[in-house]
Nanobody, 123 residues
Framework: QVQLVESGGGLVQAGSSLRLSCAAS????????VGWFRQAPPKEREFVAH????????SYANYMKGRVTISRDDAKNTVYLEINNLKPEDTAVYYC????????????????WGQGTQVTVSS
């Protein structure tokens, strides 16, 4: 099973940028889709972006398009999420997760999750 560790969160001012990292251990990402999600209580966890490791194909939530980029580093077995022009409403715990390639594209298919990294955006 893949173990995931997120990092890169913090307290930033509105308008700033952050790059979050998701590092894998135990296995490589090669047969997986790696997704980023976020949760700000009491809201439900919501999709932000994903990348299909084998092809590099990406997908973004509509509400984040234009401000977020997901990318990968094969050598480091790490996926990044860069968020630009951060807004206070982006405040949340950001999680990365994996699902097997060719599984349904929904949150229920993700079966390994990291512990999350807190992003707090001040106005």
């Amino acid at each position: 099973q893949v173990q995931l560790v997120e990092s890169g969160g913090g307290l930033v001012q509105a308008g700033s940028s952050l790059r979050l990292s998701c590092a894998a251990s135990g296995r490589t990402f090669s047969n997986y889709v790696v997704g980023w999600f976020r949760q700000a209580p009491p809201k439900e966890r919501e999709f932000v972006a994903h990348i299909i490791w084998s092809t590099g194909s990406t997908s973004y939530a509509n509400y984040m398009k234009g401000r977020v980029t997901i990318s990968r580093d094969d050598a480091k077995n790490t996926v990044y999420l860069e968020i630009n022009n951060l807004k206070p409403e982006d405040t949340a715990v950001y999680y990365c997760a994996v699902r097997r390639a060719f599984t349904p594209n929904n949150i229920q298919s993700y079966n390994s999750w990291g512990q999350g990294t807190q992003v707090t955006v001040s106005s």
